[in-house]
């Protein structure tokens, strides 16, 4: 399995993503996939990448068989498609409710199986919680080797987060006193409120995608 460093997840996950949300504007351009990259909504951690750095990342991919380069001879624009997953050219073969999980924690990292399900929106409904630990369990019992592991429940919350491997595997007891170390003092706002607060402003910011879609604007601007 590829090790993937954070630039290489951002753009693999982008590329999944906009090809299943917005399939018509798919493959991407570097301006489409530098804006997809640098999303303020549904991305933790928010980045600012320079279309150079977004370049480099390709380029970096490429190396590795996980993105492909088109060229549109008409506009002479360089258009990318991922070769990551679910293509001919890949031995990684998900599901859709398995690639909604992997795309999404490559946006948005460490997720708990509630916060998984209302973050799928467009990428694939799921029915209810039980169906989203289906698909993790799915990943993490691969024949071929775990792809996403369970991490100790952070103390305040009620289900334990669920993290990718593509960057390595986590070593669970540093994890943990990571954690407990950062504990946040009872008088400070709980997670669950945080978390419930990001997840309306997702959906306001989704709405007003699509809103622009309808009205011929680049939901990416």
Known sequence: ?????????????????????????YPLTLNALTNACNQKSSRDPVMS??????????????????????ENFKSRAEKYVQRFCNTRY??????????????????RGAQTPGE?????????????????????NALKNRETGALVVKLPRTPGRKDSEYMHLFSGPIDI???AADVQARAPASSSPRRSDIAAL???????EDELAELKKRLGEDPAA
Do not use: W
């Open 1 to 25: 399995m590829e090790i993937l460093d954070e630039k290489q997840l951002r753009v693999i996950g982008c590329l999944i993503e906009k090809s299943i949300v917005t399939s018509d504007q």
């Open 49 to 70: 990448l320079s279309q150079g750095e977004v370049q480099h990342t390709i380029r970096e991919l490429e190396g590795k068989h996980l993105v492909r380069t088109e």
């Open 90 to 107: 890949s031995e990684l073969q998900f599901s859709p409710a398995e690639l909604a999980v992997v795309c999404l924690l490559f946006l």
């Open 116 to 136: 998984l399900k209302s973050r799928s929106g467009r990428l694939h409904t799921f029915a209810d919680n039980a169906e989203v630990v289906e698909a993790l």
């Open 173 to 175: 007891d540093a994890y």
């Open 198 to 204: 990001t997840e309306r402003v997702d959906r306001l």
